[in-house]
């Protein structure tokens, strides 16, 4: 099938201090191609669209669209010239409601009645419904990213850039996804689609360039290869899964009942009777759609946020009242999603930040005063143990790189011989290398007794590592199955479904 | 194009030579001041920072006041950067310092005429209390009720004046002062007196307390996980939570060593240099603090230099005004640049300057 080609990239390079984000990048988009951009973090997979949607401009290269040269110095030059694009962080306002919020990012709005009754028509013809006149505060993480693909669809666009838009859905909901669109490239709209997910973009996408360092390595037809060879074009190298021994599952360790905690963060979700058990030598994988629980469920665990005595027992010890030093002592560790701000102080070295939680359990402080040498000591031991690429343990947290610095985070947590580990989102921003030696380092403590909670929005994560499953919807925690013999459906309605959206492409 | 670029981390060489620089650069723009006002900008700057030390004819007078002005910004000042480190602030330490001299005073002239040996060390706690207590109000309604510290001290030293001009005209005037307002002079009264230590030198126990001050406060922040928490606490505040760190407790503490310390230098100033309490006793010093807290960038050694520097603009511009004429309100101007060029410099610790403009394609 031969299609106009619609938008052409030329040995286009970009380079920030220190890092060549593109060097000298091409490849070709047809008119209502699905195309895949594959890469890791770090390949340089943002840099490249952000050049198309004209946020960042190229040092070098060029490109054209339609035929003509394309060189937008705004997003609203792309725009203008038929160019749009979803973001994966959602750029709306949570007291506002879904038209309002479509009407700011609009150049000339039309009356809120005449845009609400657009809103309706075009999200029913794509298989999206939305209610123009909700908040948007209310609505899921699935809900809110059809507002950004309404607002982007109402322009009309002939590229529409999508930067990694599953992560924040379930299964059902990346089906309707798909089916919106495969309509939206049947009617001629090309599609950018930007993931490192190899399934999804071998039952989506019509051609992938596979991005290495910032250089194109590969592009191939997703459909003739199977998901292993891409990741290793993807990586650059063989990958071994990691390895578990046969656990066995002793006492439990922590016992969470009936806990209820309202949330800290404004539009936050408030925990709601939570109950679960770990033994020792188990990992417990939680899922779940952004923003439903997770950040909550790791403050009252790392004790952070207070609740009842007995809502969180540790080795059958009540818990729940107790702050984040206490429960360090009982033996609990957790590591926060947010590494900087919140597990690490951005401006303080790396020596003083393993003092920031290893200070009690290493037994860094005697009488008050600190032992600045053995901090040094468990600080070098983390950047050795854990492969932390710094060059010393006296640089500031926020010099390192996100991959880096949570390779240092997890690694300070797993260097404190827990009996008890939490870990929110443990390979977030981390390359595929990095990433399988920090879940065969957790793996590796739950074999040496340690009860284990990750929780994670990566399923695939979680499918490797847990022995039992359970997922948080709205602040409420399906009871934790066995991983095994679990299907990707199951595991779908765990994560609460389509939320209620599945009627949506009933007419299609 | 001036650019300016983000460092990794702060360079460790600006920041120690940004305060020089400051201090350069305000000589520079004060003298080309003073050059304007019609005066030798180079004799204006001798008087402000060499004559009050070195000469012959006034440092006999000028040198001595060094220490008897640095002592109680610097106390001050080290309480203050504690609380500023942990993002707490404390801007009323004026009214602290006025709590501290009435409950210090107040308890020496309540013995008077006794000659007991306690009387004195009495006179410290009680100064301490007072300002500390003080300290508690702003303290307590904002961990209560998450009022802001920064107008409520900053109110409270304002009724710590009025009690001042209350204290002096009625309970603690003195009885044989034929009327006038003021409490009986505390350097007659050997027993509740702060004398100076070593004739000739200024040095009083505030001061010996100033310095003792900078010694725990460093120590604190290098080596202690308390001085490691009020930082955490001012750079992440989530990360402190993280770290198990209670944020009402810190504020608390935070503000009560600064009022503490601030009523110490209040009671040692009452009972040595000024010797009573008076209408216009307090001259500024806990506002000026606020400055030689941030001059010394919040580190107890910085402090001490600041607190230093501090005292001999302000002797050095007297000196200025007397002997050349300069009006206050120049020597005023002068003072204000040395804290605009010492933050304005300040960026170069974190920030790189790179000129010419970057080359970008189409």
């Known amino acids: 099938m031969t299609r106009p080609e619609l938008l052409r990239v030329e040995g286009v390079t970009k380079a920030y201090p220190g890092v060549v984000a593109n060097s000298d990048v091409s490849f070709a988009i047809s008119e209502g191609e699905i195309h895949a951009l594959l890469g890791e973090n770090g390949a340089g997979k943002s840099t490249l669209v952000k050049m198309i949607y004209g946020l960042v401009k190229p040092d070098q290269g060029r490109m054209t669209l339609r035929g003509a040269a394309f060189s937008p110095s705004e997003p609203r030059a792309a725009r203008a010239s038929g160019v749009a694009m979803v973001f994966q962080h959602f750029s709306l306002f949570e007291a506002l409601n879904v038209a309002e919020n479509v009407a700011l990012g609009m ?112 592009t191939c037809t997703p459909r003739d290869r199977s998901a292993r060879e891409m990741a290793e074009l993807m990586i650059g190298a063989t990958l071994t899964p990691p390895a578990r021994a046969g656990t066995t599952k002793g006492a439990v360790a ?28 188990e990992v417990l994988g939680i899922a779940g759609v952004a923003g439903n629980g997770q950040d909550e469920l790791l403050l009252a665990l790392s004790g ?22 206490e429960r360090r002592s009982a033996g609990l560790v957790a590591a926060p999603e947010e590494r900087l701000g919140h597990a690490a102080a951005p401006d303080m070295s790396l020596v003083e930040n393993a003092l920031l939680s290893g200070a009690l359990r290493k037994g860094l402080v005697q009488r008050g005063f600190i032992d600045w040498q053995a901090t040094e000591r468990f600080a070098a031991g983390i950047v050795s143990d854990f492969d932390v690429r710094t060059p010393g343990t006296h640089v500031a947290a926020r010099a390192l790189s996100g991959g880096n610095l949570q390779k240092f985070v997890v690694g300070r947590e797993l260097s404190q011989t827990p009996e008890i580990i939490v870990i929110n989102q443990p390979t977030w921003g981390v390359d595929a290398a990095a990433a399988a030696s920090i879940r065969q380092a957790i793996l590796d403590r739950a074999a040496q007794g340690a009860a284990v909670v990750v929780i994670s929005q990566d399923l695939d994560e979680l499918l490797e590592i847990a022995d039992n499953f359970a997922a948080l919807n709205e602040g409420r925690l399906t009871p934790p199955r066995p991983v095994a013999g679990l299907t990707i459906d199951e595991i779908g309605l765990m994560m609460g479904g389509a939320h209620g959206m599945e009627v949506a492409h009933h007419g299609h | 194009m001036i650019r300016l670029e983000k460092r990794p981390s702060p360079s460790r060489f600006w920041q120690a030579s940004t305060p020089v620089l400051a201090v350069v650069l305000t000589m520079i723009a004060g003298g080309l001041m003073f050059a304007a006002l019609g005066k030798n900008p180079f004799e204006a700057i001798r008087t402000i920072f060499w004559d009050p030390l070195f000469n012959p004819q006034f440092a006999s007078y000028s040198r001595p006041q060094l220490l008897v002005k640095a002592g109680p910004l610097i106390l001050i000042a080290i309480g203050l950067s504690l609380g500023f480190r942990a993002g707490i602030w404390n801007i009323g330490a004026e009214g602290q310092y006025i709590m501290g001299a009435l409950f210090g005073a107040g308890v020496g002239l309540a013995f008077y005429p006794a000659d007991l040996w306690f009387i004195f060390p009495l006179m410290v706690v009680a100064g301490a209390f007072g300002g500390w207590i003080w300290a508690m109000i702003p303290a307590i309604l904002r961990t209560k009720f998450n009022t802001n510290e920064i107008l409520v001290s900053l109110l409270m030293v304002y009724i710590a004046q009025n009690i001042l001009s209350s204290m002096s005209l009625g309970l603690l005037r003195n009885p044989e002062g034929g009327g006038f307002p003021g409490s009986r002079n505390l350097s007659q009264y050997p027993a509740a007196s702060n004398p100076e230590l070593i004739a000739g030198t200024g040095l009083h126990w505030g001061v010996i307390a100033a310095f003792m001050a900078v010694i725990a406060a460093y120590i604190l922040l290098q080596r202690h996980i308390l001085g490691f928490h009020i930082k955490l606490a001012g750079q992440a505040p989530r990360a402190a939570r993280y770290a198990g760190v209670n944020p009402t407790g810190l504020i608390l503490l935070c503000m009560g060593i600064s009022g503490a310390l601030a009523g110490l230098a209040g009671l040692f100033e009452v009972a040595g240099p000024a010797g009573q309490i008076s209408i216009d006793f307090n001259v500024g010093y806990g506002f000026t603090a606020i400055i030689v807290a941030f001059l010394g960038r919040l580190n107890p050694i910085g402090i001490l230099l600041a607190g230093l520097l501090m005292a001999l603009t302000y002797i050095g511009g007297e000196l200025a005004q007397f002997m050349l004429g300069l009006p206050a309100a120049a020597i005023q101007a002068f003072q204000g640049m040395l804290l605009f060029f010492l933050l304005a410099v300040d960026l170069l610790s974190n920030y790189r300057i790179r000129l010419g403009s970057t080359k970008e394609a189409i």
Do not use: W
Request: proline share 7%; aromatic share 4%; with cysteine.
């Open chain 1, 107 to 218: 150049e000339n709005p039309p009356p809120m009645k005449e845009l609400a009754a657009r809103i309706r028509s075009v999200s029913e013809e794509y298989g999206l419904p939305l209610d123009p006149a909700r908040m948007v505060g209310d609505l899921s993480a699935g809900e809110r990213q059809r507002v950004e693909i309404v607002r982007c669809l109402l322009q009309d666009p002939k590229l529409l850039i999508m930067d990694e838009p599953t992560s924040v859905l379930t299964p059902q909901e990346v089906e309707i996804l798909f089916k919106t669109l495969r309509q939206l490239s049947a009617e001629g709209t090309a599609i950018l689609y930007i993931s490192h997910k190899l399934e999804e973009i071998r039952a989506l996408c019509d051609e992938a360039t596979i991005l290495r360092r910032g250089k194109v390595v590969a």
């Open chain 1, 304 to 325: 952070e946020l207070r609740a009842n005595r007995d809502s969180v027992r540790i080795n059958g010890q009540g818990a729940g009242h107790t702050g984040p030093n």
């Open chain 1, 254 to 281: 922590l016992e969470v009942a009936d806990l209820s905690v309202a949330s800290p963060i404004p539009f936050g979700t408030a925990l709601k009777n939570v109950s679960f058990t770990v033994a020792k030598g």
